[in-house]
């Protein structure tokens, strides 16, 4: 046997069909080079050989988070928490804005987020007028935790030019107080839009959330991760690259870009596989009804899925429920029907609320699903007051997905999500709230298909199982080390299972404290 660099020795879960248990894991040259017993690998041990025994603790491939915004996400922990474990109120967050007003200049502008209607008293967002109150010298803008909705107060209203004679921007509404017509503060959907006039973040500001946001990856066991924001192009591949190369993200990174942008990276020779050190994905569509219709509209939408799917792009989908959800599954047969491929693996991203019928399409046009496991735990208590009873069978639904030989991966949508793997699959498997209520039970995953959600099919979904997912030789050696079993542990402290360390390529880059 090849001599090892490194040796764990634990109760390894392989996610490997072939040996799905194992009692070490040997790492050469940054590879998995052994799995097996922990006699039989420690026999290779040479002077130089490091050993990790880690006892009874789980080793398992590193998560991959398959649709997460990494820019945001690093935006988000600079700005002022108004998420639901932060505030109750709107003086609350009333409260937060002010302190934050205190701490810096008049006329610099204030970014918060994570703020959800749904768990505020009256179930009402907040207004420009209530965030005038808190913050009148600064301009706000509070993002909602979905990512598609924020509110901004009206010195923010003024410098982006908002006022009762502004139009409605393409797929997205200004909420307008119905008996003056003027603006509320809210805007819904078009944030792609919106973002685009609200000034940068200076460079050291990013810089320092990506930072944060990347050692949250690591603590979360999270070695890869793809960047699903719709409007990536070149620049953004720049900016991810150079943070890779300086060491902020050290988890894998993939991104995915716009249908506008796909020219560009193809003039590269990079349609699939990487550029630098950031590796390039699939082309990212939304697909929504903010404005109240489907778009982009049906001739679009195919025109863009079929320019992707012939330069040899995997395309992404945005598609929540409903006409979306039916539109992009729609338009992706059409084009298929036009141009069969072979392992295209086409992703439909989110699919919370699907129908009989759709799961069938997806299982016949061999669609992969990236969806949020996490959002039954954090949003499951919203979930059973708005979703009509009669669709709450159909919502996230997992195991049917899975029953029907759909390949569902999962991910956070972070900054949406909850980042930590270990609640998404604790949602997977037992399908509680954060409330203690259970939604759609019908759906509940086992263990070891939610952990494959997280590892062997998230890596399916991204075309990395070539070296992904599984612990297997020649594999990369990307692991985690936890702190309990997830697949032998009672199923509802999975979401309480400690990351103790995290190796990428045989190298520990987080360790608990």
Known sequence: MTPADLILVGAVITMSPGLPRAEAVAVRDGAIAAVGTAS???ASKVPGTKVFDCGNRAVVPGFIDAHCHILSSAAARLSVDCSPQAVRSIPDIQARLRAKAIEVSRGVWIRATGYNEFYLPGKRHPTRHDLDVAAPSNPVRLMHRSGHACVLNSMAMSLLGIDASTEDPPGGVIERDPATGEPTGLLLGAMDYWGG????????????GVNA???ELLASGITSVVDATATNGYEEWRVLDGFCRCGYLRSRVSMMVSPKAMGDFCECGAAVGAMGMVRIGGVKIVVDESSGDVLPAPVDLEEMLMSAHAAGFQTAQHAVEGRPLEAAVGALAKVLAKMPGRDHRHRI????LCPPEVRQSLKDLGLVV?????????????????VASRDISYLYPFGELLRDGVVVAASSDSPTGAISPLIG???AVTRTAENGQ????GQAVEPEQALAMYTRYAAFATFSDGSLGILAPGRRADMVVLSDDPLSCPEGRIKDIRVEMTLIDGRVVYESG
């Open 213 to 215: 946001f990347g050692e």
């Open 349 to 352: 991203e989110h699919c919370s």
């Open 438 to 441: 259970t939604v759609g039970i």
């Open 425 to 427: 699959i604790c949602a």
């Open 40 to 42: 039989e690998l420690l």
């Open 370 to 386: 990236v969806s949020q496991p996490a959002f039954v735990y954090q949003n499951g208590e919203r979930y059973l007051q708005t």
């Open 197 to 208: 006039r609200f000034p940068r973040l200076a460079e050291d500001e990013v810089a320092c």
